[in-house]
Nanobody
Framework: QVQLVESGGGLVQAGGSLRLSCVAS????????MGWFRQHPGKEREFVAT????????AYADSVKGRFTISRDNAKNTVFLQMSSLKPEDTAVYYC???????????????????WGQGTQVTVSS
């Protein structure tokens, strides 16, 4: 049974930073690309960032490029999202997700992921 557990969300002022973590279990972590998505109230879940199996490739949504950094530690089965220069519009529930296909590359669409964490709330005050 695959489990993804996020942590690190919270309340931060605009311009501040937060680091999200996601610990995965149930499948060989290094076999799967990972991603972060977020969901604003009343909106569809949207892509934020993705990272390849060993971290050599990453991709970001235009809205976070240059401010967010995705990374992973395969020895600890953990993926991270370092968020800097946070803006009020970054306020959302952030979800960690694992790609459906083993050995697959990075992916930016929701349909290419099958396992999701419970989400962690990030609130940025102005």
């Amino acid at each position: 049974q695959v489990q993804l557990v996020e942590s690190g969300g919270g309340l931060v002022q605009a311009g501040g930073s937060l680091r999200l973590s996601c610990v995965a279990s149930g499948r060989t972590f290094s076999n799967y690309a990972m991603g972060w998505f977020r969901q604003h109230p009343g909106k569809e879940r949207e892509f934020v960032a993705t990272i390849s199996r060993y971290g050599s490739m990453t991709a970001y949504a235009d809205s976070v490029k240059g401010r967010f950094t995705i990374s992973r530690d395969n020895a600890k089965n953990t993926v991270f999202l370092q968020m800097s220069s946070l803006k009020p519009e970054d306020t959302a529930v952030y979800y960690c997700t694992q790609r459906t296909l083993a050995w697959g590359g990075i992916a930016t669409t929701r349909g290419e992921y099958d396992y999701w964490g419970q989400g962690t709330q990030v609130t940025v005050s102005s």
